[in-house]
């Protein structure tokens, strides 16, 4: 499929606000990409199949990811919608014709993050949280990040931000957001040297 295919055929599959907002992370994505050095248009690409699989009812999450061989760890049975992304990985490639594995990798990761993720992961994460329609107390505060900070300090604020927005709801904390906040934050304290770089993670 040709990028203008892809919004046609998402446009007939998505809600107007969900199409909407997919074409904020899409702009804003390619947008991140310039500013950090990214590819812009797998940045483009990425954002805006990112929700590709958004609309399916909670109880079709499971079976979905069964007929894609997708593991269904506790947190997923327990939260179904968390599935989105990566049936959403496995729909860019077999229903949109995706074949580049970044853009697979950065819709894969975009909801909880994860361990090793690449500039592209990153971008789309904080994409997805700052993209014009987005409106919730601080992310102007997120938004203004991007003038001053690194992507790896943009993403360490935002993943903690995302953790405090789960605790506070007295909700599930995937292991995968833990991951990607302790790898950056031993990252930054072994480059101050607090620690030394002999420390090993836990992928999930």
């Known amino acids: 499929m040709t990028v203008d295919e892809m919004r046609k055929e998402l446009q007939k599959r998505l809600k107007k606000s969900r199409f909407a907002h997919s074409i904020g992370v899409a702009n804003t994505a390619k947008e991140l990409a310039k500013k950090f050095a990214a ?15 958004r609309e399916f009812e909670a109880g079709e999450y499971i079976k979905l990811a069964e007929k894609y061989c997708i593991h ?32 697979y990798h950065a819709i894969w990761k975009h909801t909880v993050g994860g361990y090793g993720m690449t500039k592209l992961d990153k971008i789309i ?5 700052i993209e014009p329609n987005r409106d919730y107390p601080g992310v102007e505060k997120l938004r203004s990040l ?13 993943l903690s931000d995302s953790i405090n927005f789960v605790i506070q709801k007295n909700s599930l904390v995937h292991p995968a957001t833990v991951n990607a906040r302790n790898e950056l ?3 930054k304290l072994v480059a101050k040297g607090v620690i030394e770089d002999d420390v090993s993670f836990n992928h999930v």
């Not at 590819?39 to 990112?50: M, N, P, S, T, V």
């Not at 994460?125 to 949280?129: G, K, L, P, R, V």
């Not at 991007?146 to 935002?158: K, P």
């Open 39 to 53: 590819d812009e248009g797998k940045a483009y690409i990425a954002g805006l199949l990112h929700d590709c699989a």
């Open 72 to 103: 269904v760890g506790e947190v997923e049975r327990a939260m179904p919608i968390l599935l989105h992304a990566y049936i959403g990985a496995e729909m860019a490639a077999k229903v949109y014709g995706v074949e580049d594995s970044e853009i």
């Open 125 to 129: 994460y904080f994409a997805d949280m």
């Open 146 to 158: 991007v003038e001053t900070e690194t992507l790896d300090e943009i993403m360490l604020t935002a």
């Open 185 to 187: 934050l031993i990252r």
